[in-house]
């Protein structure tokens, strides 16, 4: 079975701040892992993702994540933080066997300016 | 641009009735999902094609029927539509980023009420 674990429903930082959003998944094979993004309004729009070789991946808008095999996760990273970032973050799962991708319930971000 | 292409936006429906929902999409991808997003919950897999004439079950599957008749369209059908089919539903169309890998363009939403 594979699932996708972002523990932080809500997350609130002032602007100019450092911003982790945590993302956790469990897959006994070597995973695909994206992170997209929805602002207020709108549909769900590509950030980065990993599929091999640097853990540290960049993305659009200033975005990176680092994928940790020793812990399962794929942590979103931005600093510092713009008010402009304020939106709905989902990390996803693939899986080399087919196409389909997996989803997790997503993290609000709410940057104060 | 290359986009996805959902209507309509809104629909209202009564229960009982069938609603179908319309995607289409000018990437030249050959995978498309359809999944819907509900309040406290991530994206959920309803069903997804490969090509034209190829239809797939999702996570979610059941209440729904789906239909790729051509490369560029993709629907989603509520043959018999519940209140429990109240939510957004997402279309996207994937790229040959290859099995798992790729990456997902969505379109804009289509917010379905079923009184």
């Known amino acids: 079975a594979q699932s996708v674990d972002q523990p932080d429903a809500h997350v609130t930082l002032s602007e100019g701040a450092s911003l982790e959003l945590r993302c956790s998944y469990s897959?006994?094979?070597?995973?695909?892992l994206f992170w997209y993004v929805q602002y207020p309004g709108q549909s769900l729009q590509f950030l980065l993702k990993y599929i091999t070789g640097d853990t540290v991946v960049k993305g659009t808008k200033g975005f990176e994540a680092e994928f940790r095999k020793s812990n399962s996760s794929f942590n979103l990273k931005k600093s510092p933080a713009h008010w402009s970032d304020s939106a709905k973050y989902f990390c996803?799962?693939?899986?080399?066997?087919?196409?389909?991708?997996?989803f997790g319930d997503g993290t609000q971000l709410v940057v104060k300016p | 641009e290359a986009a996805v292409t959902q209507s309509p936006r809104n629909k209202v429906a009564v229960t009982g009735g069938k609603v179908t929902l319309s995607c289409n999409q000018t990437n030249n991808h050959n995978n498309m999902y359809w999944y819907r997003q509900d309040t406290g919950h991530g994206l959920r897999l309803i069903h997804y094609s490969y090509g034209a004439g190829s239809t797939e079950k999702g996570d979610i599957p059941d209440g729904y029927k789906a239909s790729r008749p051509s490369q560029e369209n993709f629907s989603l059908i509520l043959e018999l539509a519940t209140p429990s089919q109240t939510s957004v539903y997402f279309c996207?169309?994937?790229?040959?980023?290859?099995?798992?890998?790729?990456?997902?363009?969505f379109g804009s939403g289509t917010r379905l009420t079923v009184l």
């Open positions: 996803a799962l693939g899986r080399n066997s087919n196409n389909r991708i997996f």
């Open positions: 996207a169309s994937g790229d040959a980023g290859g099995a798992g890998a790729e990456t997902l363009y």
């Open positions: 897959y006994s094979a070597a995973p695909y």
